[in-house]
């Protein structure tokens, strides 16, 4: 880890304008609410917080999917405005996201393959022979095997599936990943096993992670800092540790005692001891 900030994050707004009916009024629902924060080159960033707090509008933002109504994003050094400036092929590059459902986020009808390759088909002029050789080294480094290039989706399993998604947005080689719940449609050993792939490759790769969740355990094993969010604010910042062992926040400490945790640590020891068993 270099320790230099990659994703600057300034007074961040999201508003959305509901129309007027004739029973009801047009008015405004601010989502998120003067968000600012900074992310360190190869470290990752949770985001916590129930449902309905603002979390997916800031992913959503985050990987230009929405328009930010008010605020800053800065990417390792580029703003990013996709309503004043659109959404170029280098912003495309630096940003990549993995969605909470991996079959929903695969076309069923492209072979996987096809799925790996289409982001170097359209940001890059990548020849398409080394945009295969590529794909097939994405596939082995997410621990999937080269037959499976041509398979389609709905062959895999969740696990497999979720790889797949992961290898497709490791693809452009980003320097930022926005993972949206990605392990929550998953069973807990898969969701061990996914875990630890995305900790193997933030080494390897150097990467940086914006992980979204709402599970409690998953976020005190990957992150390095926590940010919780309530009604679209930011109601408190630090690294895991101190907001794990001595939260500030009353939201924080409501959120902390209501969720059941699993211990992620203790599953990834079962699963060595089957591995060695077998």
Known sequence: MSGDTILKVR?????YETKATMFRKAKSLTAVKGVSFDVERGTTLAVVG???CGKSTLARMLTMIDAQSSGSIEVDGLPINI?????SKEMRQRVQIVFQNPYGSLNPRQKIGDVLEEPLLLNTDMPAVERRDLALQMLQKVGLQPEHYGRYPH??????????????????????LVLDEPVSALDL???AQILNLLKDLQDEMGLTYVFISHDLSVVRYL???VMVMYFGEVVEYGTRDEVFNAPQHDYTKKLFAA???????S????????ADAA
């Open 155 to 176: 062959m895999f399993s969740g696990g497999q599936r979720q790889r797949i998604a992961i290898a497709r947005a490791i693809m452009l080689k980003p320097k930022l």
């Open 83 to 87: 309503a004043k400036t659109g959404i």
């Open 267 to 274: 599953i990834r020891k079962r699963l060595a001891l089957k």
């Open 50 to 52: 129930e449902s309905g």
């Open 259 to 265: 969720t059941p945790q699993a211990d992620v640590a």
């Open 223 to 225: 992150s390095d800092k």
């Open 189 to 191: 050993s898969v969701q």
């Open 11 to 15: 007074d961040l707004y999201r508003v």
